[in-house]
């Protein structure tokens, strides 16, 4: 399938769901690297990768799916059932549909809980994997998202994601940042978020990052709402092959907060494996 760079275009992954995906290809003929693949969080889409392209599109080639239900992917019901591994069949099916082997994997939030997951479970896909403000699981948020799914009925998307902004992205970003991510984050469709958001208690990582084979570079701040760096460190150790990074922030989406910190943390530690 030939993909056009940055347009968005789509992939069928199941017979209900096409995933969107955005392609940016700036590399040069004669130098091959292979792709990156970026996922995102929760109430995102590709987009939320944006500020991450410059830095890595000269050496790979960078895909930006929507995950199932966000973006330009097929809005997914209410009462749709997401499975955690589901989300990583999706993303195998995609690199099988785009013809890709083996890929560099860049995970935000939850999209790094994903990537981790990718890497524990299919190995032979995934070179490096680049986990950034990702929790190793999501049990503690069983009472936070029935909270959170209340107010996405009653008030509406847009009035959620503005409720929970400052402890998302911190206190660093400029008002027009925060409005751009509002904006973003807020297209999201509410059956999406209401389908999603009671999965998510259910996600953990905690079994699978210790088969991690993979390079793998944790990124977190002092301040992360998700978890201290104590916690972080304590299960970042447990994957064989790993680095943590830790950036002075309040955010705990730092993949948002800090794109060019974090890009140019991933793209020298991707330039150092040979893939």
């Not at 760079?5 to 992954?13: E, G, I, M, N, Y």
């Not at 009925?153 to 660093?172: A, Q």
């Not at 977190?220 to 790993?242: E, H, R």
Request: some cysteine; overall charge negative.
């Amino acid at each position: 399938m030939h993909l056009k760079t940055a347009q968005v275009s789509k992939v069928r992954v199941s017979d209900d769901c096409e995933l969107a995906v955005r392609v940016d290809d700036y590399v040069r003929p004669w130098d091959h690297k292979a792709p990156v693949l970026m996922l995102h969080g929760l109430a995102e889409s590709g987009e939320a990768f944006r500020s991450w392209v410059p830095h890595l599109a000269l050496q790979h080639v960078v895909i930006r799916p929507d995950l199932r239900g966000y973006g330009d992917s097929t809005p997914m019901a209410d009462d749709y059932a997401y499975r955690f591994d589901g989300l990583g069949r999706d993303i195998i099916k995609l690199l099988d549909e785009l013809a890709l082997d083996r890929v560099f994997l860049v995970g935000g939030k939850i999209g790094g809980t994903l990537a981790m997951h990718l890497a524990a479970r299919y190995p032979e896909r995934v070179i490096a994997v680049a986990a950034v403000g990702a929790p190793v699981s999501l049990t503690s948020f069983s009472e936070r998202a029935p909270t959170w799914r209340g107010q996405i009925r009653e008030r509406g998307v847009n009035w959620w994601v503005r409720d929970t902004t400052v402890g998302r992205l911190g206190t660093s970003l400029p008002p027009a940042a925060i409005e751009w991510w509002v904006n973003l984050m807020s297209k999201t469709p509410a059956s999406t978020l209401e389908a999603f958001l009671k999965m998510v208690p259910t996600v953990d990582a905690t079994k699978d990052v210790p088969h991690i084979q993979c390079p793998t570079v944790v990124i977190t701040t002092t301040g992360s709402g998700l978890g201290s760096v104590d916690t972080v460190k304590a299960w970042q150790q447990t994957i064989p092959n790993s680095v943590l990074e830790v950036l002075p922030a309040d955010s705990y989406h730092v993949a948002a907060t800090h794109p060019d910190e974090c890009a140019a943390i991933v793209s020298r530690y991707f330039a150092g494996i040979a893939g």
